[in-house]
């Protein structure tokens, strides 16, 4: 029997996933088995010398990084180089811009990390005591098409490499066929319990569509600014100081203040002969600051003020700021703010939105509670007109946290002004999306920039069928799919690994 709220939907990319499940519901190593024979044709073409890592040159400058002590260096035909041209060749293919520096650049990142991989890979098999029988790399070496001729290996077309390229071709097979072999067995060979499968599918089958309004933070008004800059006046008040900063120790400050105080040396000349920081050019002076801004220069709060309290033309004691020791003469004495100067103003607008954005967020909250409080007396539409908002609209969507393009995420919608790609992995929106009860405004949350209000307008089912599609996708590839993309981020990241690429590519690479 039907449910009265269940309203089964077919959606547009039902044939796109058809085809995901198609492509991949195959066995995985069938699409690996390719791309091996890829590289085997790219490695069977490019001369023995160049294959056996024999360049004549000094490759030690490329390396890029190590993995487990083992160098991860580009010599011209190795397997770093190999994964560059494929890249290069895929790129180009996409009509993409060969001379561009950001491709090259990432190009060679690719092909670093692929390499890695490899690497990492060979690594750990061979601490398994894993090797492939000989024979069965004969066959595969036999099999390549440009040793065939009229559909059978020919030696003779083997014979025409130098032994060193047949070795090479040879050791690179026996490589691929490991990595396969550690492909298949460890990830595409993985036990995926159906009820783990059941579960996956199961979150597709309820979607929801919504309405939403949004307040924008930075729509705080000036009014608030001035309440806010009134409340914290002293954050603003402004000072002209100077300082000379000393490294060594507290005895050679004081002895450098000294002088200063019995007329040995005027305060300009000692900042430039013995200051240690970037004011010692300028005679220490560090110009007029707000007091905010001196927290940093001066953390503790009681000397802070006692330097406030100064004259102009007074010294302050030593005071140890980290590992220097610094002190300060007064050029301007303290002066409270002016809020009704412009520049004022823009500082307190710079503070209160790096320092104390809360304070924003709570007023568009509250906006957000009154919208809410007239929706639950006159309805959605009504609210939204009388506090002159914008409704949107997206959905139907399931829980998709995290973005698992197996079924429909949130990416798949655009709403003007509203970062959906930071909505997937908030995890407080998937609470409030599915929680809050259908045709009711959702509590208010942030998100960047606004304050955002749900409107859940409709509940929808998806077709069994489909969602036993689902379940059979990631059974048939998509853990696979996940432990591969887990394991390639695991050798990048691990203890083994040390990354140079970087240095490596800006001292050599950079046009």
């Not at 608030?224 to 300082?243: C, D, G, M």
């Not at 002076?285 to 927290?295: C, K, M, N, V």
């Amino acid at each position: 029997m039907a449910r009265n709220d269940k309203k089964p939907v077919t959606k547009e990319n039902d044939s796109g996933k058809s085809e995901i499940y198609e492509k991949f519901k195959r066995s995985p190593a069938l699409y690996i088995g390719s791309v091996v024979i890829l590289v085997l044709v790219t490695v069977t073409f490019i001369g023995g010398d160049i294959l056996s890592g024999r360049s004549g040159g000094n490759v030690a400058d490329l390396t890029f990084g190590f993995y487990d002590k083992e160098p991860i260096t580009w010599i011209p035909g190795n397997m770093f180089a190999q994964n560059r041209e494929q890249a290069m060749r895929f790129y180009q293919s996409q009509g993409m811009d060969m001379d561009n520096f950001g491709v090259q650049a990432q190009i060679w990142r690719q092909s670093y990390e692929a390499t890695v991989v490899h690497t990492a890979i060979l690594q750990m098999m061979k601490r398994s005591n894993y090797s492939i029988p000989e024979k069965a790399v004969d066959r595969q070496v036999a099999q390549l098409p440009q040793f065939q001729d009229n559909g059978r290996f020919s030696s003779a077309l083997y014979n025409q490499l130098s032994e060193s390229a047949r070795l090479a071709i040879w050791r690179q097979v026996q490589d691929e066929l490991i990595k396969m072999n550690y492909f298949n067995d460890y990830l595409y060979g993985l036990l995926v319990p159906s009820a783990e499968a059941d579960f996956f599918g199961r979150m597709s089958s309820v979607m929801r569509s919504f309405e939403l309004v949004s307040f924008p933070v930075d729509a705080f008004p000036e009014t608030e600014y001035l309440t806010y800059a009134r409340q914290n006046a002293n954050l603003f008040r402004t000072i002209h100081l100077s300082k000379i900063t000393i490294n060594t120790n507290e005895r050679e400050a004081r002895r450098v203040l000294d002088s200063i105080k019995n007329g040995t040396s005027t305060f300009e000349d000692a900042a430039r002969a013995q200051s240690q920081d970037g004011y010692a050019d300028r005679g220490g002076d560090i110009g007029s600051r707000y007091t905010f801004d001196l927290e940093i220069e001066i953390p503790n709060s009681a000397v802070r003020e006692n330097i406030f309290n100064l004259r102009r033309g007074e010294l302050s004691d030593v005071i140890s700021v980290g590992e220097s020791w610094v002190f300060f003469r007064i050029e301007e004495e303290l002066k409270q703010a002016n809020f009704d100067d412009f520049s004022t103003m823009d500082r307190v607008r710079s503070y209160l939105r790096n320092f104390d954005r809360g304070r924003m967020e709570d007023w568009a909250l509250e906006r957000a509670a009154e919208f809410i409080s007239d929706v639950n007396a006159s309805g959605f539409d009504d609210a939204v007109e009388w506090h002159n908002l914008e409704k949107q609209a997206f959905g139907p969507v399931p829980i998709n946290y995290g973005g698992v393009d197996l079924f429909t995420s949130l990416e798949s919608f655009n709403v003007p002004g509203i970062d959906m790609q930071n909505l997937i992995n908030n995890e407080n929106f998937w609470r409030i999306a599915f929680r809050t009860q259908l045709n009711n405004p959702s509590q208010p949350f942030v998100q960047g920039g606004n304050v955002i209000v749900l409107f859940p307008t409709e509940q929808v089912y998806e077709e069994p069928a489909a969602v036993e599609n689902i379940s059979s996708m990631y059974s048939a590839y998509w853990a696979s799919f996940v432990a591969e993309r887990f394991i390639h981020s695991y050798f990048l990241n691990n203890s083994r690994m040390d990354d140079r690429f970087w240095e490596t590519y800006f001292r050599f690479c950079m046009p």
